[in-house]
């Protein structure tokens, strides 16, 4: 079928149009913290207009945004990590074991991906206060609060067992005649076998832990801690700032999620799509 | 004596587990249960809870500002499931193939689904200032409207918020049509052409039923992002102008952590919770029913 040129060029407004809407603010703020023009509130430029790093340098230094972007970046690196390593050993177990209560555990994991984060603000935040048994410290504002209740993550845990669970017995079996533990079995087996699934646990996750908003909200009150998301708001409410610092801090707080989004792009879209066709 | 391997066998699954069960017992069980049983009590500082049964469900189902919030999030889940849908739906339509330009645009338009939505939210209130300064006034004024007061505006502020979400979610919605686009059988589309099919019966004949399970995904995932909406309406208006926007989250928000009022807090929690999974477990019912016919 031939595109005629009416309808060649109705499509390429529809794209321009998508790219404008979906785009265009985020162009819009990177030009904005780049130029020396000072903007009105609620304005944004279009076009760089006398180049600058001084609003960067200004958002850095003296807002101090690199404190927060640190905190963050410590909190998602540390967060996902821990997350994906415990949501595989336990995948391990629930689709490589067959034991008692296996059925009720997975049950009892799976429960909480109806359960909104949300609905336990309160308890959460309680308990956060609390001190934990053995240890007798309470994590709250600390970074172990900012991490810790994001571990056990429901999603990553299902995905990694689904895809556990498609790997051979029989290389298993090779490596137990041959002598191998069971951490071995797990660590040089089976994990390598299922890169593409920690892949795609270790994107997700790493997304969900960088949009954390409510957490840390009530698990830190020191300002220290905070982390870029919350501290954008209180920058906003607390602070008459010139608007284009402020774009400045907007800015260095969605480079780090661009940037792993198209260094991982493929990756994404793949787990993207078999998350939907499971759903 | 030696250790005999075989009869400690049993331990091995639960010392793989133990992490995950450590980390999901105290952050994710224990605060569900002791959410239930706050709910009963009247949360004191000094002395012991006061229990007192019902009475916080009693007081949540009479309480008016909780009911006006219900009501707004209800308009909300309902509108951007649908806008949102939809508008996935047909950009689904214009992106799908695997041409480069294609691909390039379809990378590009989904910045805003992987940026934080309190990032999401700054831009919003840039894009959507109540001024003459303002990006979207400014183009209003361009083609000769007035200034809008949106997020200032009580009429306004709750529509604005949920084009906020819709904007998030179209990029990522879009995907999961595609996906569902790609699984449609080739042949059906040919056999429609040999029967002469137009391209709207095609697509409503074809194309809308191959994609029932994406758009069961996207109406789900919608569904449940919506009920418990907290971050767009909190950091971009706060509930505000005079509860405009205020939907359950932000509402038990403020009860727990500003009134510091947790039994009340917690037990809207719970009945946002139970609802959530109800919602959840008709999806399946439905799902399975359409899946055996």
Redesign the interface.
Same mark, same amino acid.
């Given at each position: 079928m031939k595109t005629t040129f009416p309808q060649k060029l109705a499509?390429g407004a529809?794209?321009t149009l998508?790219?404008i809407?979906?785009?265009g603010?985020?162009w819009?703020?990177l030009v904005t913290a780049f130029s020396k023009h000072t903007v009105? $509130?609620?304005?944004?430029l279009l076009w760089p207009n006398e180049p600058t790093l001084d609003h960067f340098v200004y958002a850095w230094v003296e807002v101090r945004a690199w404190i927060y972007l640190f905190n963050s970046l410590l909190v998602v690196i540390i967060g996902t990590a821990l997350q994906t390593?415990?949501?595989a050993?336990?995948a391990?177990?629930?689709a490589r074991?067959r034991?008692?209560g296996?059925a009720f555990?997975s049950l009892?994991?799976l429960s @909480?991906m109806?359960?909104?984060d949300?609905?336990?603000?309160?308890?959460?935040?309680?308990?956060l206060h609390q001190k934990?048994p053995l240890l007798g410290v309470s994590i709250y504002n600390s970074y172990a609060a900012l991490i810790? $209740?994001l *571990?056990?993550w429901a999603f990553s845990?299902f995905l990694l067992t689904e895809f556990m669970r498609a790997v051979p017995r029989d290389l298993e079996d090779a490596a137990r005649v041959d002598g191998a533990s069971?951490l071995q079995i797990?660590w040089r087996v089976i994990l390598p076998l299922v890169k593409p699934a920690l892949g795609t646990t270790t994107i997700f996750g790493f997304?969900m832990i960088?949009?954390q908003?409510?957490l840390p909200l009530?698990a830190v009150d020191d300002r220290e801690l905070y982390t870029i $998301? *919350?501290v954008?708001?209180s920058l906003?409410v607390d602070e008459i700032m010139q608007q284009n610092i402020?774009?400045a801090v @907007?800015v260095i707080?969605?480079v780090p999620?661009?940037v792993?989004?198209?260094l991982l792009?493929k990756q994404f879209?793949r787990g993207?799509?078999s998350g939907? *066709?499971k759903? | 004596m030696s250790i005999d391997p075989k009869r400690w066998r049993w331990t091995i699954p639960w010392l793989f587990l133990a992490p995950a069960l450590i980390f999901f017992t105290w952050f994710k069980f224990v605060p569900i249960i002791k959410g239930l049983i706050m709910s009963f009590y009247e949360v004191k500082f000094v002395g012991a809870d006061e229990w007192v049964g019902l009475a916080n469900f009693q007081l949540a189902l009479s309480d008016s500002a909780l009911g006006a919030a219900a009501a707004n999030t209800l308009i909300y889940v309902v509108s951007t499931t649908i806008a949102g849908g939809l508008l996935a739906f047909a950009v689904a339509l214009i992106l799908e193939g695997q041409a480069l330009h294609i691909r390039i645009i379809r990378t590009a338009i989904f910045f805003p689904a992987v940026t934080s939505v309190a990032v999401l939210a700054e831009i919003w209130r840039i894009l959507f200032y109540p001024a003459s300064t303002g990006v979207v006034n400014s183009i209003l004024g361009f083609f000769g409207g007035a200034p809008q007061g949106f997020m200032s505006d009580p009429n306004q502020a709750l529509f604005v918020v949920i084009l906020l979400q819709v904007w998030k979610n179209v990029p990522y919605s879009m995907v999961i049509f595609i996906a569902g686009l790609a699984g449609i059988n080739r042949e059906l589309y040919d056999a429609a052409d040999v029967d002469g099919a137009s391209p709207l019966r095609k697509l409503w004949h074809v194309t809308v039923p191959g994609l029932v399970p994406a758009f069961s995904v996207v109406i789900m995932l919608s569904l449940i992002r919506g009920f418990r909406v907290f971050t767009e309406v909190y950091t971009t208006t706060g509930g505000g102008p005079a509860g405009a926007t205020e939907v359950i989250m932000t509402n038990i928000f403020k009860t727990g952590f500003e009134r510091l009022d947790y039994g009340y807090a917690a037990a809207v929690s719970f009945m946002l919770f139970a609802f959530t999974v109800g919602l959840t477990v008709v999806h399946v019912l439905i799902k399975n029913r359409f899946s055996h016919t």
């Open positions: 499509r529809v794209y998508l790219v809407v979906f785009c603010p985020f819009g703020i009105q $509130p609620g304005q944004l390593l415990v949501s050993l336990a391990y177990a629930l074991k034991f008692r296996a555990v009892a994991i @909480t109806m359960l909104p949300e609905v336990i603000s309160i308890p959460l935040y309680l308990i934990i810790l $209740p *571990v056990g845990v069971e797990f997304l960088w949009d908003y409510l009530i $998301p *919350v954008l708001r906003r402020f774009i @907007t707080a969605t999620c661009i792993v989004y198209l792009q879209n993207l799509m939907a *066709v759903g | -």
